[in-house]
């Protein structure tokens, strides 16, 4: 059993020595990640007091099968992504060592401010990968709208402390429901829109489409499954468990997530770039796996975020690698790029179908939970769903088509037709994808190895009480 | 054998079927004719079966379970008839494919899916096998001539398939249970549930069938698919959409919930409305088909008006009307499947499947011009082939109704084959032969087996149509509807009769007759081609003396030129990119103040009204 | 027995129907002010077009010619004749009218099977001509279907009995009316000609026909012509004894013959959109009448 805590230490104190040795950090990088990523699957499970103070004075550490289960995936993703971004590292070992341990405690941390802190951490580190991609304007966009959602958040989290006087999650989760109605009314929006904006949420998320649009092998992937992932897992925690809204704001919000995933979907239609449609199809799938959350369907949100995390782990690095080799990643020039790398096509089609929700795939699970948890609450909500899915459904299905079959419109597909892009270090990018690919379709067939865990963790985030006398129980 | 192994042998197969595929191409192609052989084999023996449960899976907390039933085994013998014949074609077709290997396991792929929806004992199992046929068959359309057409064929079958997963879950949510048993005897206690449900379940049978105004996808996906592939979307997969109609309208028995509804001509409204979309898609195939260049195309579109007949049959719910339209899945399968492989013949030979380039063929390929002639003799439904029964079946239900629309439609829409039946005929095997193709030979006897077999198989059961209708009664009555009346080789419904035998035997009797009269007569002088009557013009080039342009232009110029459905899909596509163009300028502009604004609208609007909520 | 019946039919068609032609001829002439053929002139066109010599486009141009006379002899063998059912309760009204389309099946493949380009436009005109006249007649025929419960036509000429105050003619006026139209049609009379317009295709279908394959054509137009001037009489006037509807047969058959033999020709596209402006509305009138009123078949005088 592994101590939560060495998983925000580790990668930190890695970190720092890599500033010193700057010739380990490879290495060092490495063995964090795969250090995190094994260790979470031997996580102890509790409530973890920093410094000896007792909650809730203290700030502590909360490893319950909720965060158990997204740090696993977290720092799984992690690892694909240095895997297949590993080219692409060059100064940024120490970042994401930083990244890491900021990331891993965002989502365990049982402390509002807490979590403000490590959200700080990873979007400034954010912000100097992004960096990375010489589109400072895009950059620029993202520091001020992550900025602002930091003050938003930070406002109402102030609102919080200034009326209970605590800051502790679980202390905030006891008393929230007896304070007023205006306070709640005014945290929670703050909270929303400040979480919003990393969440990419609809009208705060403006950034993304420079930042996620223009991408490198190591960004792409990191920034649309490991933030994402992470943001959205924080999302759930706190408006699932911590802050429930009542069921009038709560409609706001869920209207916030359809339309989130309604209108990024229709934009993803309207795309004709690679890396423009996944960046669309991000913010859709992050509108709808919140929509799951506010509407009481955990297990359906947690297999969606899971589903939709390791699915963008290929596509968004083949996009970026397709980008990165060729310097154009416009899907009219790529028509059959599938055909000189199979695997990594196979990946990226059986990752696509999951997105989209067909049977045989892990994705078919995720819909049809969806629709369940929906329908337990009215009949328009799975109504939306289902629309969104139909869009997102037809520009991957034209995508998936034209990269598999080169060919003029009106002459039967042949080689000839095929396009001159290649995609260049493409081999851990193929083992992931097959990976990937046959976890997929395993799961899809027999949904139960991976869905145990997941429902512990629904159940888990569900069940405020045991989070309380877990966190609380010592006092 | 049990079909949850059978569909488990299937998908290995299937895989089986690519490893070797990427060996050897042929050895590949083969297998898939010899496993469809199997399958179609393996189904044979469940003729008999009905209440048999097999267990697939757990699927997380649902379980995926097969029911044999009689209208499953119609359905999936038809279906596996369709793609054992169809894979012949299958091994001359790996050389001009771009992915053989992808397309023949797709090919099994989609054949057992069909198997699974068919047999389904419960919604779940039917939707997910749904669905797999649908993204099988769906990567195989463009490895043929168009990378757009799946697109359209995904969009529309997209919009069938989640509104009945919309359906289904609803049900679940009132019903709590997937199983069509249980669902259809608790919608006997809730019409009004039953009603939604039922219009939004059926949605799924009518694009699959290409009912009007889903109707689209069809001449796209048909025209454009590979040669080999059409024969089995229009002649197998469209089917499936029948099945789910079946499955709405009459397994869940819709005249019995409905019966409390407002009747319209003896049916409830909801079904008479489903039978007026089959009459328009009716009729409206049938001039879309009339125009086509392409055979392909009009052979797709005739697909579409011989939909609607299958749909106002199985919606007529009644001991006629319904099993004409059973009958017609059989019979549109063998004859549209016979169309296509005729000209999938064609195109192997030629190269081509455009009318206007071919002529004459009759002469250098005697067997696919006598699969074709059989094929269209039973799709306008001319005795003494099997799509007369289906048709006068579906007309002696439509009048002792008193639908006259419909039966407007249908007439129409059976007068209308004449003429696009008859045009790739005139136009691709009668006529002046073309230089280009005087070389062109019969194609090889492998591809000529599924030819022969589906002539055959119209034949006979056009002069026995009572063998099929004997299972279709057995399939009326285990649904609780009235089996069809049959007599030795009479058929009887309520409004007349007629004996197939005996039309066969009058008709042979006036052939021996004629063909008498024609032989003891002095003997004919055969003429070249060329040798005809020119108005006193010196003809040269046979191409120029083909009428096969613009067949029936004069008719075409009575009702226009324009797709309005399709421009108007057309449009919504534009107005849903437009839409996210919109979405893009105003969230996501170059300039970070819109998100400011937005951002402070959402404020605002939370702090003017926020005390409200 | 039936058989044997059929083939006597067969005989009686062919003798009475070629008589008229004959006769139809004469009058055609005398409303022309012209003197016309005899009478037996049409039976002398037969046989002699059987002695000529001919030529063959090769096998489908043969196999049409007697696939077109054999379903149309078949056809008749269907059609109750003053009562004579040769195969009892098989007179069926969609038999008929679809083994009526072999013949035209056959008719069109070997005329196209030539490969003069002349029969096929005239093959296109007679298809697009059949769409026109086959639906309003079939809309006709279905509302009576529905009000008797029966196609069968023997079943519909003894609805007909007693007195020419049940004939359809009186009891559905309209449907009369579009049954004569369409029995024009089906006839390729005047207006209607336009299938084997002599003067602009050629003759049409009949472009390259000569011998004895012009005489199975010709044959196959006489049976045609006397199914379809004999459904008209059975369906809209009662049927009747021999006599009587050898009568009613010469009285409609001379009728659309004079008629004819004033009027100019239509073009295709014209005759599709007539059919479809005027008869097919008058026919749903018709059927919208017997079925939603029983006006005409429950409620009668």
Do not use: C
């Amino acid at each position: 059993m592994i101590n939560p805590v060495l998983l925000i230490a580790i990668p930190l104190l890695a970190a720092f020595i890599s500033v010193f040795i700057q010739k380990l950090s490879w290495v060092l990088l490495f063995g964090v990640s795969i250090f995190t990523a094994i260790s979470g699957f031997f996580l102890q499970k509790g409530m973890f007091m920093i410094g000896g103070w007792k909650p809730p004075f203290g700030i502590n550490l909360m490893i319950d099968d909720y965060s158990f289960i997204i740090i696993i995936v977290i720092n799984l993703l992690f690892f694909l992504t240095l895997l297949s971004g590993m080219w692409e590292l060059k100064k940024n070992k120490t970042i994401l060592m930083v990244i890491l341990a900021g990331i891993n405690g965002l989502v365990m941390t049982g402390d509002l401010f807490n979590l403000f802190v490590f959200l700080e951490i990873i979007t400034i580190s954010g912000y100097i990968l992004a960096a990375s991609s010489d589109k400072y304007y895009s950059v620029f966009k993202y520091l001020v709208l992550g900025t602002l959602g930091s003050s938003l958040y930070l406002f109402g989290i102030m609102v919080l402390y200034g009326t209970l006087g605590t800051l502790n999650m679980a202390d905030i989760s006891q008393q929230f429901p007896n304070v007023s109605g205006s306070v709640k009314i005014i945290s929670l929006t703050f909270v929303f829109a400040g979480l919003g904006v990393e969440a990419k949420l609809l009208p705060f998320n403006a950034w993304v489409k420079g930042i996620y649009g223009n991408t490198t092998p190591l960004t792409g992937p990191l920034f649309s499954t490991v933030f994402a992932t992470g943001a959205i897992a924080v999302f759930g925690r706190i408006f699932g468990q911590i802050l429930v809204p009542d069921s009038t704001l709560i409609f706001a919000f869920i209207a916030l997530g359809l339309i989130t995933f309604i209108f990024a979907e229709t934009s993803a239609m309207a795309s004709k770039k690679l890396r423009e449609l996944l960046t669309f199809s991000s913010i859709g799938q992050a509108g709808l796996i919140i929509t799951m959350f506010m509407i009481g369907g955990f297990y359906a949100a947690l297999i969606q975020l899971i589903n939709n995390a390791f699915a963008k782990t290929i596509l968004f690095s083949y996009a970026t690698k397709a980008y990165k080799s060729n310097g154009d990643d416009t899907i009219n020039n790529m028509s059959g790029l599938f055909r000189k790398n199979v695997m990594m096509g196979f990946g990226f089609t059986v990752a696509t179908l999951s997105l989209i929700g067909l049977p045989l795939f892990f994705g078919f699970y995720a819909k049809i939970n969806m629709l369940q948890s929906a329908f337990a609450l009215n009949m328009w909500i799975p109504a939306l769903i289902i629309l969104g899915s139909i869009i997102e459904g037809i520009y991957y299905i034209r995508l998936l088509v034209k990269l598999w079959n080169p060919g003029e419109e009106g002459q039967e597909s042949s080689e000839l037709a095929q396009s001159q892009f290649v995609i260049k270090n493409g081999f851990s990018l193929s083992l992931i994808a097959v990976l990937i690919g046959i976890i997929f379709v395993v799961s899809g067939i027999i949904p139960d190895f991976l869905t145990e865990n997941i429902a512990k963790a629904a159940d888990s985030l569900s069940d405020a009480a045991t989070y309380l006398s877990t966190v609380l129980g010592g006092i | 054998m049990t079909i949850n192994s059978l569909i488990a042998q299937g998908m290995i197969s299937s895989l089986l079927v690519y490893l070797l595929t990427k060996l050897n191409k042929k050895l590949g192609a083969f297998l898939t004719v010899l496993f469809s052989g199997y399958l179609l084999f393996v189904i044979f023996g469940f003729q008999n079966s009905a209440g048999e449960v097999f267990s697939l899976i757990h699927f997380g907390e649902f379980e995926l379970t097969f029911m044999t039933s009689h209208y499953a085994w119609y359905f999936a013998i038809v279906l596996t008839l369709t793609y054992f014949l169809v894979s012949f074609f299958n091994p001359y077709w790996m050389k001009k494919m771009v992915n053989p290997a992808a397309y023949n396991m797709l090919f099994m792929v989609s054949m057992v899916g069909t198997v699974g929806v068919f047999y389904a004992k419960d919604f779940l199992t039917l939707f997910i096998f749904y669905e797999i046929v649908v993204w099988s068959s769906l990567f195989i359309i463009p490895m043929g001539k168009s990378r757009k057409t799946p697109v359209i064929y995904y969009t529309i079958s997209s919009i069938g398939s989640f509104a009945m997963l919309y359906a289904i879950f609803y049900l679940y949510h009132s019903v709590g249970s997937f199983d069509i048993q249980a669902v259809s005897e608790a919608m006997s206690q809730a019409p009004n549930t039953y009603r939604f449900v039922f219009f939004t379940m059926i949605v799924a049978g009518l694009t699959k069938l290409g009912i009007f105004p889903f109707h689209t996808w069809l001449p796209a996906a048909h025209g454009s698919a590979p040669h080999t592939f059409s024969p089995v979307l229009s002649g197998g997969l469209v089917k499936v959409g029948g099945f789910i109609a079946l499955i709405t309208a009459t397994v869940i028995p819709s005249f019995k919930i409905l019966a409390g509804d407002l009747q319209l001509m003896g049916v409830p409204f909801e079904n008479y409305l489903i039978m007026l979309l089959g009459a328009v898609s009716i009729v409206v195939g049938t001039l879309m088909a009339i125009k086509q260049e392409d055979a392909k195309k009009l052979i797709a579109y005739s697909t579409v008006s011989n939909s609607g007949y299958i749909i106002i049959g199985l919606m007529l719910n009644d001991q006629v009307g319904f099993a004409g339209g059973m009958m017609h899945v059989f019979n549109h399968a063998m004859a549209s499947g016979a169309m296509f492989l005729s000209f999938a013949a064609i195109a192997y030979r030629t190269g081509t499947t455009k009318m206007s380039e071919l002529g004459g063929l009759i002469k250098r390929m005697p067997l696919t011009f006598a699969a074709y002639l059989i094929a269209i003799i039973s799709l306008a439904g001319i005795p003494p082939m099997s799509g007369f029964a289906s048709k006068w079946l579906i007309f002696q239900g439509l009048a002792s109704n008193g639908m006259m629309f419909i039966a407007l439609a249908a007439f129409f829409g059976s007068i209308g084959s004449f003429l696009y039946v008859f045009r790739p005929l005139s136009a691709a095997f009668l006529g002046q032969l073309s230089p280009k193709h005087k070389d062109v030979k019969e194609v090889p006897w492998m591809m000529q087996i599924p030819l022969i077999i589906m002539s055959f198989l119209t034949i006979f059961y056009g002069i026995f149509p009572g063998r099929i209708l004997a299972y279709i009664s057995k399939i009326q009555e285990s649904v609780g509807l009235k089996g069809v009346e049959i007599e030795g080789t009479k058929i009887i419904a309520a409004t007349g009769m007629w004996d197939s035998l005996v039309i066969t035997l009058v008709f042979g009797g006036g052939f021996m007759l004629a063909a008498i009269l024609f032989f003891i007569s002095p003997k004919a002088k055969p003429v070249d081609q060329m040798n005809t009557y020119t108005s006193g013009e010196f003809i040269y080039d046979p191409d120029h003396y083909h009428y096969a342009k613009n067949y029936y232009a004069t008719f075409e110029n009575n009702y226009g030129n324009k797709k309005r459905v399709e421009l108007f899909f057309d449009a919504v596509a534009l107005r849903v990119k437009e839409f996210g163009e919109m979405v893009k300028t105003m969230f996501f502009a170059k300039s970070v103040s819109f998100s400011i604004f937005w951002i402070m609208l959402f404020f605002t609007l939370v702090y003017f009204w926020g005390d409200k909520v | 027995m039936s058989y044997l019946i059929g083939l006597m039919l067969i005989v009686i068609a062919f003798l009475w129907q070629v008589t008229l032609e004959g006769f139809q001829r004469k009058v055609t002439a005398k409303v022309q002010r012209r003197v016309g053929p005899r009478w037996y002139q049409t039976f002398m066109d037969i046989f002699k077009a059987f002695s000529k010599s001919s030529i063959s486009h090769g096998f489908i141009y043969d196999f049409g010619a007697m696939m077109t006379l054999g379903g149309t002899m078949a056809t008749v063998v269907f059609l109750p004749f003053s009562g004579i059912v040769a195969f009892n309760g098989l007179d069926n009204f969609f038999v008929i009218i679809y083994l009526l389309a072999v013949g035209s099946l056959g008719m069109a493949m070997s005329a196209v099977g030539s490969g003069n380009p002349w029969a096929s436009i005239g093959v296109m005109r007679a298809l697009t001509q059949m769409v026109g006249y086959e639906v309003p007649f079939m809309i006709v025929v279905f509302g009576m279907i529905f009000g008797y419960g029966t196609s069968s036509i023997s079943a519909l000429v003894e609805v007909q009995a007693g007195g020419f105050l049940n004939w359809h003619l009186l009891r559905m006026p309209l449907g009369a009316i579009v049954g004569f139209i369409s029995l024009m049609g089906m006839l390729a009379k005047k207006p209607y000609d336009t299938p084997i317009a002599p003067a602009e295709i050629a003759s049409g279908p009949l472009v390259e026909y000569g011998g004895k394959h012009l005489g199975m054509l010709m044959l196959q137009h006489e049976f045609a012509v006397f199914i379809e001037v004999g459904l008209f009489v059975n369906l809209f006037l009662g049927g009747g004894g021999i006599v009587a509807y050898l009568i009613k047969y010469a009285a409609v058959y001379l009728f659309a013959t004079i008629i004819s033999a004033v009027l100019g020709r239509f073009k295709i596209e014209q005759v599709v959109y007539h059919f479809y402006k005027v008869p097919l509305a008058l026919s749903l009138i018709q059927a919208a009448v017997v079925i939603f009123t029983g006006l005409g078949v429950e409620i009668w005088l």
